[in-house]
């Protein structure tokens, strides 16, 4: 059973396009989180929700826009898809905030 | 500022010898946490420990081993004896209240290869 599940693994798409990942986490975390590694490896929170509310927004284009219809899930969707939006997005959940993170397995986009 | 910074980009050893990667962190707030995540080829970020700063006492799990200083604001991680399964990116990060929230912050992170 995986514990943090986001689809789909590739993603390869044309600039301007409108995609979504979904992420799933069945551990009855209350914390779920959206990061960006980008080509250097460099990991970046994007988003965070807790108990379905948004608590962090770091600094993302309003083009990237979360989705949380439940404590379970938080679904990222991204409208007019540029170049530099290419790289790896990780979910991840945990217990609460400052706990320990379980990530997914990532969604490797790129843009062409 | 808050920050995390992982110096060594890349550090290249054979296998069985010991390694160290180096984590330096910056924080002003007096409650904070420091984790250790791997990330092996296949992707995937795996994580190898969470401590608090309260918590002084050095670490040992099997090969690993952590050994946090506040006076140097230092959390380094140390392999004994390593293996190429331990070859992966590491990464340091710090868990602050920050704007109002809590937040993760990550170091850039460490490339280790271990060689037969």
């Known amino acids: 059973d995986t514990a943090v599940s986001q689809t789909p693994k590739y993603l390869v798409t044309q600039m301007g396009n409108d995609k979504s990942i979904k992420c799933e986490q069945n551990?009855?975390?209350?914390?779920m989180y959206w990061y960006k590694q980008d080509s250097k490896k460099f990991l970046k929170i994007m988003f965070s929700y807790n108990n379905k509310e948004l608590i962090i927004n770091e600094t993302v284009p309003n083009r990237f826009s979360p989705k949380s219809p439940d404590k379970a899930h938080l679904n990222l969707h991204i409208n007019s898809l540029e170049l530099g939006d290419s790289a790896v997005y990780f979910c991840?959940?945990?217990?609460?905030?400052?706990?320990?993170?379980?990530f997914g397995s990532g969604t490797q986009l790129s843009v062409l | 500022a808050q920050k995390v910074t992982q110096a060594q980009t890349e550090i290249s050893v054979v296998e069985k010898e010991d390694v160290t990667l180096d984590c330096v962190y910056e924080?002003?707030?007096?409650?904070?946490?420091l984790f250790w995540y791997k990330q092996p080829p296949s992707g995937e970020l795996v994580f190898l420990i969470r401590?608090?700063?309260?918590?002084?006492q050095n670490e040992i799990s099997g090969r690993y081993s952590w050994n946090f200083q506040k006076s140097t604001s230092s959390f380094n991680f140390t392999i004994t004896a390593s293996q190429v399964v331990d070859s992966a990116v590491y990464f340091c990060a710090l868990g602050v209240f920050s704007g109002g929230y809590n937040k993760l912050i990550f170091g850039a992170g460490t490339r280790l290869a271990v060689h037969p």
């Open positions: 551990l009855g975390h209350d914390t």
């Open positions: 401590r608090n700063s309260f918590d002084e």
């Open positions: 991840a959940s945990s217990p609460q905030v400052n706990e320990k993170l379980f």
């Open positions: 924080t002003r707030d007096t409650t904070y946490y």
